[in-house]
């Protein structure tokens, strides 16, 4: 089991909480507990961050590639399972079940629970009919989800000076 990152993690910690002029353990702890095996994120999110061009884009350059999973065999299932799931789904336009087929959210999800990890986003629940939210999705096919704050609580992560 190990923490998957959605990209609005590191957007968000970048724009607003742990900029990396003021905060830069929080960057430092997401490398260390990736070394320890437990923070990882994923390709798509890898090439999300990357299209920015600024310094999120350039740190994620910075590190290994094991930060980053690819999809593999285990997933291909999984992307099956969250599909099923979501078009079954009679709550979501089907404008918005396309949408989320097709975005990295949609690979977040089955590559955690091919792996029995744990995502941790931003998003909340939401009963929407024009978008699927990463959190509805992950109560939909037994996927424990976390905001960044539970995760840095849950592993006892202290940035003290």
């Not at 390709?43 to 999809?71: H, I, N, T």
């Not at 979501?86 to 404008?95: F, G, I, K």
């Not at 918005?96 to 744990?118: C, E, M, N, P, R």
């Not at 009963?127 to 840095?152: A, D, Q, R, W």
Request: proline share 5%.
């Amino acid at each position: 089991m190990a923490y998957l990152l959605d990209a609005n993690v590191f957007i968000a910690a970048k724009n607003l909480h742990y900029g990396f002029d003021f905060c830069p353990a929080f960057w430092d702890w997401l490398l260390l507990a990736h070394q320890q095996g437990k923070v990882y994120s994923i390709e798509k999110v890898r090439d999300e961050l990357r299209a920015g061009q600024d310094d999120l884009a350039q740190w994620v350059d910075s590190l290994p590639e094991s930060f980053f999973l690819p999809v593999d065999r285990q997933t291909l299932p999984a992307l099956g399972t969250v599909a099923q799931w979501v078009n079954a789904h009679r709550d979501y336009s089907p404008a918005a079940k396309s949408t989320f087929l097709q975005i990295t959210d949609y690979y977040l999800v089955a590559q955690a629970l091919a792996g029995s990890h744990i995502v941790v986003t931003h998003e909340r629940p939401a009963n929407s009919i024009h978008t699927v939210k990463i959190p509805n999705v992950c109560l939909g096919v037994n996927v424990s989800y976390l905001t960044p704050f539970e995760m840095l609580r849950r592993e006892r992560v202290r940035f003290v000076l």
